[in-house]
């Protein structure tokens, strides 16, 4: 008998929301359109801590025009002619042209600069001392197994609509990216990337990666059976034993290299091995396979800021296929990761899967012993000019190396305090660690810059993320007076306390549709280039246009990082990639930038951010808590 999760609080009334994953998708709104005047108001706002009192009259006067205008009014109509083409075919305004614009026709490698890495929580047992360096380990592959059975469940469990929907006060959320986890691949293609994905998720096999070798591995028997851990353990090892009786002359090219290089390059290539039949085949097995599993021949140093790069990279981008949606990688001493293709999901949903699996470890299941598996199938390229394709190779490899070089990322798992804390102090955790990144950097160079924070947009049908610009007119004015020695701490709370109000207003904008990021890019993405180059396009030409989105802190809060904790790469080069957990009692996170960039310094800036924690725990405790507790004993007496 159906479950039902009833809520009353939606605003038609009482209802009933299915558990059932995707039975929901049909009463959740459409993304709306936000009004033309609204969003030119708060775009204005948002350019105050940013410009000099000239350009900002400058660039006022530009949206002025642009709003008062018939050319924004057309420009609304057609976003709204476009939302009603896309409505029809289960999509929202936003959907495709966020995926196209946003992620498939982007050209640059997307290891690191697309791609989202994670690290997880070592074993319940810790960790090994591998007895033999290069060679995989029974440890290794039994934690893999454990992986791998864990997110068949899952994948299973999705196609059974078995996952309850997640769901807020105002309602349950969307759920379509769930299916864009499992069987799901990025192809590399020429004017644009496609992306590949099937549900249900009925494949049968996995893509196995050792020493760079693919192998296609069944993990589900032929009539849908569960197999055990052990089992699918005995898969791998029949993939470790067959590479490794492989001398290295014999042993396929690194083929997987490739999904390191820009996106034409790699495009090109593909196209050319693809035009072989068998090599066809070797793509669709890779393409269609329900995730990958990268069986690393070494461990990476246990220090917090070396052990995550593996997740990321790799040893020069080798033994991985950064195209596959979701990538796990587990190292000879069972420490183990996930690298996930950003385009068909957002990292928040394959981390709830993640923590799904993870809390079980370690990992067992009902399945029968006697279920037959196909052995292990090695995939083979046929290549014709061997020459080209080394050269190719050595010519990515160089590339990669490069970027992962340039990559400067380092953690920090402040123990001190959490979100238990904060909200003794009567702070939103979230805001609260927004307002540190904002004065962080504000000390740490002495002005404000652009901010982007992701906010989820999942109560609406198809919905993925907005933009919260935390860098505020509100923000900017409190980082100006905290450490001047003249204003007194009352003035100073009362600074943060706008200013926290400021980011509150912006997040509940932008959860409900509202903000203005995704606007301005529908609007400008239905302009004509001709029209796009036109004096009527003046507001979209103004510098201060691509300044504000000039991500100097793009950030974005993956709590609570229990079990696995990550980082993405920076978006622009002279600036900085924030992601932060926050758990009750810790708050983890990782700043990335670019070595590159001489204004930079992921390290240092840590420092920086590290201080500003303690010094508002600090002040919370002094000010705010103790307040609050005299406040309460007073009532009570």
């Known amino acids: 008998m159906l479950r039902l999760l009833c809520r009353s609080n939606r ?28 969003t030119g108001q708060r775009y204005k706002k948002s350019l105050v801590p940013l410009l000099s009192a000239t350009d900002y009259q400058q660039s006022c006067a530009k949206v002025d025009q642009f709003l008062q205008g018939d050319f924004a009014k057309e420009l609304q109509a057609r976003l709204h002619r476009l939302d009603e083409q896309e409505t029809k075919k289960g999509y929202s305004w936003l959907d495709q042209l ?64 078995e996952i309850v929907p997640d769901s807020s006060r105002s309602g349950p959320f969307c759920m379509h990216q769930l299916k864009g986890v499992f069987s799901t691949t990025r192809i590399a293609a020429s004017p644009a990337d496609k992306v590949i994905s099937h549900y249900p998720a009925t494949a049968k096999h996995i893509t196995a990666i050792y020493k760079n070798q693919l192998f296609s591995v069944d993990v589900i028997g032929a009539q849908g059976e569960t197999v055990p851990v052990q089992g699918i353990e005995k898969q791998l090892r029949q993939v470790v034993d067959q590479v490794e009786s492989t001398p290295e002359h014999e042993r396929q090219l690194p083929i997987g290299l490739f999904t390191s290089e820009q996106r034409d390059t790699w495009a090109n290539i593909r196209e050319s091995l693809e035009a072989n039949p068998a090599n ?9 396979s329900l995730f990958a599993v990268c069986l690393d021949h070494y461990s990476s140093p246990q220090e917090l800021d070396k052990s995550h790069r593996n997740m990321s990279h790799g040893q020069n981008a080798y ?4 195209d596959k949606g979701v990538q796990v990688i587990v190292e000879t001493n069972g420490s183990a990761g996930i690298n996930g293709e950003h385009s068909p999901v957002d990292a928040v949903v394959p981390l709830q899967i993640v923590f799904d699996v993870l809390q079980k470890e370690p990992i067992q299941t009902n399945g029968s012993s006697s279920v037959k598996l196909s052995p292990p199938r090695h995939l083979t390229w046929s290549i014709g000019n061997t020459a080209a394709i080394n050269e190719a190779l050595q010519t990515a490899e160089q590339n990669a190396k490069r970027m992962i070089d340039d990559l400067d990322c380092s953690f920090l798992h402040n123990k001190d305090y959490g979100s238990n804390f904060m909200k003794r102090a009567k702070i939103s955790p979230d805001s609260w660690m927004q307002m540190v990144f904002q004065l962080a950097y504000y ?45 007194s701490m009352a003035n100073k709370l009362g600074l943060l306390g706008k200013a926290l109000e400021s980011h509150g207003e912006y997040m509940r904008a932008a959860v409900n549709g509202q903000a203005i990021d995704r606007h301005l890019f529908g609007l400008y993405y239905q302009m004509t280039p001709e029209e796009a180059q036109s004096d009527l396009a003046a507001m979209f030409q103004d510098p201060a246009y691509r300044a504000s989105q000039y991500w100097k802190l793009s950030t974005s809060n993956t709590s609570p990082g229990t079990f696995a ?28 930038s670019c070595r590159q960039a001489a204004e930079t310094d992921s390290v240092a800036f840590r420092k920086t951010i590290h201080g500003v924690m303690t010094e508002f725990a600090q002040v919370a405790e002094h000010y705010l808590t103790q307040d609050q507790a005299t406040e309460k004993q007073s009532i009570q007496s």
């Open 11 to 38: 605003p038609t009334g009482h209802q009933c929301y299915s558990t059932k994953t995707f039975s929901n998708q049909k009463v959740l709104p459409t993304l709306p359109i936000p009004e033309l005047e609204a």
């Open 565 to 592: 904790y990550g980082a993405f790469g920076p978006v622009v080069t002279d600036g900085y990639g924030v992601n932060y957990a926050i758990d009750k009692d810790m708050v983890r996170l990782s700043v990335s």
């Open 319 to 322: 033994n991985r296929w950064f």
């Open 443 to 487: 000390r740490h160079y002495g002005q404000s810059c652009p901010t982007y924070e992701s906010a989820s947009t999942r109560k609406f049908l198809t919905g993925r993320t907005e933009t919260v610009r935390s860098c505020t007119e509100e923000s900017a004015a409190f980082t100006k007076a905290w450490d001047d020695k003249d204003v």
């Open 280 to 288: 066809a085949q070797v793509f669709k097995d890779i393409d269609t």
């Open 98 to 161: 966020w995926l196209n614009k946003g992620y498939l026709e982007y050209r640059a490698p997307t290891m690191i600069n697309v791609n989202w890495w994670m690290q997880l929580k070592n074993h319940p047992q810790g960790l090994v001392d591998p007895p033999t360096a290069g060679t995989a380990t029974p440890f290794q592959l039994n934690r893999a197994a454990g992986f791998i059975a864990g997110l068949v469940d899952y994948s299973n469990r999705v196609n059974r609509e």
